[in-house]
């Protein structure tokens, strides 16, 4: 039996070590992680709401977040109207935390995130004259629930204008 335990036991380290651990300037940003699904959230450019999946995963030897979602659309009357799939690679360069969106129609390059580690996450876009400035948040608002929202800056904007707002709830 003593054996067994000794074997058993030897066995956890390799297993703790086979996990991907985020590197240190992810570390903050490890409540992101699992499995999550949300409710409706409202989209304002249409008045409509959205459902959706999301997996937020370490990849790359924990030097990269890798989040995959799934969005269906509705109209304002409920009737769907549509979804697509989208990807973002949350990453350090330099010290700096950065992140990449693509949609399949649109490419967004995050360049600056605010983190308050264990809590939230904001990231923005450059500011590039004539173009829009991007924002995305994440605010854990319990264990098991994420406020996200997603706004934008238009050309020639003053103030930050709400795209879609909702909820994901992590996966048990």
């Given at each position: 039996m003593k054996r067994h335990l000794i074997a058993l036991a030897a066995l956890f380290p390799c297993m703790a070590a086979s996990a991907s651990p985020l590197k240190p300037d992810?570390?903050?940003?490890?409540?992101?992680?699992?499995?999550?699904s949300s409710g409706r959230g409202n989209v304002a450019d249409t008045g409509g709401t959205s459902t959706g999946t999301s997996s937020i995963t370490p990849e790359a030897g924990g030097a990269v977040?890798?989040?995959r979602d799934h969005t269906n659309l509705y109209s304002p009357s409920g009737t769907?109207?549509?979804?697509?799939?989208?990807?973002?690679?949350?990453?350090?360069?330099?010290?700096?935390v950065h992140a990449d969106y693509?949609?399949?129609?649109?490419?967004?390059?995050?360049?600056?995130?605010?983190?308050?580690?264990?809590?939230?996450?904001?990231?923005?876009?450059?500011t590039i004259p004539g173009a829009p400035l991007f924002k995305l948040a994440y605010t854990l608002s319990n264990?098991?629930?994420?406020?996200?929202?997603?706004?934008?800056?238009?050309?020639?904007?003053a103030s930050f204008l709400p795209i879609a707002t909702g909820t994901l709830t992590k996966a048990p």
């Open positions: 992810l570390a903050g940003l490890s409540f992101l992680v699992g499995d999550w977040l890798l989040r769907p109207s549509g979804g697509f799939d989208q990807i973002m690679m949350i990453y350090s360069e330099s010290g700096q693509a949609d399949g129609t649109h490419i967004i390059h995050y360049t600056f995130a605010k983190i308050d580690p264990g809590r939230s996450v904001t990231f923005t876009t450059a264990p098991s629930t994420l406020t996200v929202s997603f706004a934008v800056i238009p050309p020639h904007g």
